[in-house]
């Protein structure tokens, strides 16, 4: 063998650290599953998986709807749809044959609701970073991510905390589409409006690339997963208000006068461990996963930080902010009314997608006003 | 200043808030439920973003 053959067959520095992420990523999962509960590791690996799969493919949810607010490319939207409508043709008859076993992500549609739908999509435009988006963002070393999150925390846990007076202000009941009539009206849904986004849609952008249809196929298989181990769909926006509750209730917070905090599920799961809790463990998937792609590209984590005037950085915050409580008033995110919401049938999705995506108009006009962009 | 060092402030925060969390609520695995709720025959009783308090 010869010096450069020897040389060659070493493992590189970049191929330790590969195979030390891999390593890591199997042992968090072995030791929660171990320590924890196999279900629970279950999850955590289901959360790296959405991580890996938004991060690695670059595929998420605000990035598409500005594409097609601003460009009209749909394609990444036509994907989310795909995603959406592969969901459901599994959950939606699951959750009619195994009621009370599997849970559906459904809500009532109200005012409050609406309207925080319409802020939700609007501060998720000025960050670029939706529910699933600012984590995957904090993962991989985005600055403004990483700003909002904390926020994007707090914001959960005070909307959380009034959440009741809010629904209070006119809700309807809560209204399922159920059973094979239920999926054929989402499945006929789906399809309508992904005709009119693709009819919209500049000509020569609408076809979806293979990254797009591999991230559509891998997000369903992992939400179908999702609601298989955990019994509920995918969500992000209660882990968080979580984990800011345990941290104002560390510090002594009374959370007696809050109906939702006050609850005995709520108070069960402040007493309990947030490795125990569904949204929890792909909330940390996500970052990490994101992370652990971000760490195994080449250059992943070369790039400078942006530089941005003061007034971004505050508008960072208070987005954050408004992303938390708004998506505590809408009964989800991008994630779980949206994608989950409309995938087991819930009306509140459909209601939520259409208010969202008119915010979304706004957020994108406030972006460069802030700073966070240069203005055209 | 790199992605690296905002990427590794992220990883640290989520080590503090699972120390915190571990040491505060401690896990406890024999109380842990079947691996799949999708045939256990136990309601589905995780905090969810569209449940409203019951």
Redesign the interface.
């Known amino acids: 063998m010869s010096a450069a053959g020897t040389v060659s067959a070493r493992p590189s520095g970049q191929g330790l650290w590969r195979a030390g992420l891999l390593a890591g990523a199997l042992a968090a999962v072995a030791l929660v599953a ?7 590791g ?1 999850m955590l690996a289901i959360g790296l998986g959405f991580g890996i799969t938004l991060e690695g493919l670059r595929f998420g949810f605000a990035g598409p709807w500005r594409a097609m607010i601003l460009r009209r490319e749909p394609a990444g939207v036509l994907a989310q749809l795909l995603a959406i409508a592969l969901v459901a043709v599994v959950a939606i008859p ?1 959750l009619s044959s ?1 009621p ?4 559906g ?4 549609i109200g005012w409050a609701m609406i309207g925080g739908a319409f802020v939700f999509g609007a501060a998720m435009q000025v960050v670029l970073g939706c529910g699933s988006g600012t984590l995957v963002n ?6 403004v991510g ?1 700003l909002a ?1 904390p926020f994007f925390a707090i914001g959960s846990f005070a909307g959380a905390y009034g ?2 007076w809010w ?1 209070s202000l006119g809700a309807l009941p809560v209204l399922t589409l159920r059973g094979g009539f239920g999926l054929g009206v989402t499945l006929a849904g789906l399809a309508l409006v992904a005709g009119l986004f693709w009819l919209l849609g500049k000509p020569g952008t609408r076809r979806l690339p293979t990254r797009y249809v591999v991230a559509a196929l891998l997000l369903a298989a992992l939400g179908i997963g999702n ?7 995918w ?5 968080l208000g ?2 800011a509750a ?2 104002a209730s ?1 510090m002594g917070a009374d959370l007696s006068g809050s ?2 905090w006050s ?4 108070v069960e ?1 402040l ?9 929890s463990l792909t909330n ?1 998937g996500l ?2 996963g994101a ?1 652990g792609v ?2 195994w590209r080449s250059g ?6 942006p530089r941005y005037p003061a007034r971004a950085w505050i508008a960072t915050i208070i987005a954050g902010l408004l992303l938390g409580y708004s ?2 008033l809408a ?3 991008n994630v ?2 949206f994608f ?2 409309i995938s087991t049938g ?1 009306l ?1 999705g459909w209601v939520w997608f259409a208010a969202a995506f008119a915010g979304a108009f706004v957020g994108i006009r406030i972006r460069p006003m802030v700073g966070l962009e240069a203005r055209a | 200043m790199t992605r690296r060092f905002t990427a590794t402030l992220m990883v640290l925060g989520l080590a503090g808030l699972l120390a915190f969390d571990l040491t505060t609520t401690p896990p406890n695995p024999y109380k842990a439920p079947v691996v799949f709720a999708f045939g256990s025959g136990l309601a589905a009783s995780g905090g969810f973003c569209g449940a409203l308090p019951n």
Request: with cysteine; aromatic share 10%.
């Open positions: 171990l320590f924890v509960g196999a279900r629970y279950l699951l195994h009370g076993e599997l849970s992500a459904q809500a009532p904090a993962g991989s070393g985005n600055p990483l999150l959440l009741v629904t609601l298989l181990v955990a019994g509920q769909p969500g992000v926006v209660y882990g979580l984990w345990k941290g560390a109906a939702f609850a005995p599920g709520s799961r007493q309990s461990s947030l490795l125990t809790d569904y949204t940390l970052i990490a992370f971000a760490t992943g984590l070369s790039q400078p930080l998506s505590r009964f989800g995110c779980g009314a989950s919401g819930s509140h």
